[in-house]
């Protein structure tokens, strides 16, 4: 008897444990969400249709992996590495779309030699990022950047 109700204590303080730790699949509450579109959205208002540049880090001209760093250090207080490469190896790897949140880093791989470019998702598909021919824009996942989906990271 006291075998079993020690088995069963053990049980649920291992169920309260995985509780506490959480895992990718948690989701952020509807306050999170809204607080980070309302950064997100004031990044963009103030970022709108600068310029693409390879190497840019200003609004002079910017590449899709320095808006990303700009983003995450003016709105989120967190430094993130400068190339698009090194930023793919942070956070946590979210494997089902239905997982996504607003703040993931949604990264692609593009053409034959596969350039890697990056936006941050804004949910409803969308993604903000530094296209290379219209400049800081929000496009849609659907369609062509779909097709070249390549990883989604949980940075915040």
Same mark, same amino acid.
């Given at each position: 008897? %006291?075998?079993?109700? /020690?088995?069963?204590?053990?049980?649920?303080?291992?169920?309260? !444990?995985? !509780?506490?730790?959480?895992?990718?699949?948690?989701?952020?509450?509807?306050?999170?969400?809204?607080?980070? @579109? @309302?950064?997100?959205?004031?990044?963009?208002? *103030?970022?709108?249709?600068?310029?693409?540049?390879?190497?840019?880090?200003?609004? #002079?001209? &910017?590449?899709?992996? #320095? %808006?990303?760093?700009?983003?995450?250090?003016?709105? /989120?207080?967190?430094?993130?590495?400068?190339?698009?490469?090194?930023? $793919?190896?942070?956070? *946590?790897?979210?494997?089902?779309?239905?997982?996504?949140? &607003? =703040?993931?880093?949604? /990264? /692609?791989?593009? =053409?034959?030699?596969?350039?890697? +470019?990056?936006?941050?998702? %804004?949910?409803?598909?969308?993604?903000? +990022? #530094?296209?290379?021919?219209?400049? $800081?824009?929000?496009?849609?996942?659907?369609?062509?950047?779909?097709?070249?989906?390549?990883? &989604?990271?949980?940075?915040?």
């Amino acid at each position: 008897m %006291l075998k079993n109700k /020690f088995i069963i204590v053990k049980i649920l303080f291992l169920l309260y !444990l995985f !509780l506490l730790t959480g895992c990718s699949s948690t989701r952020i509450s509807d306050k999170e969400r809204s607080r980070r @579109v @309302v950064k997100i959205s004031s990044f963009y208002r *103030e970022w709108k249709g600068t310029k693409y540049r390879l190497g840019g880090t200003s609004k #002079a001209g &910017v590449d899709c992996s #320095a %808006l990303m760093g700009r983003l995450y250090i003016e709105k /989120f207080n967190m430094k993130l590495p400068r190339t698009t490469e090194k930023m $793919v190896l942070e956070g *946590e790897k979210v494997k089902n779309r239905n997982q996504w949140e &607003v =703040g993931d880093l949604v /990264f /692609f791989k593009i =053409g034959r030699k596969k350039v890697r +470019h990056v936006g941050v998702y %804004l949910g409803d598909n969308r993604f903000l +990022h #530094a296209s290379t021919s219209r400049g $800081v824009i929000i496009s849609n996942i659907d369609g062509y950047w779909n097709e070249h989906l390549w990883k &989604v990271k949980k940075i915040l």
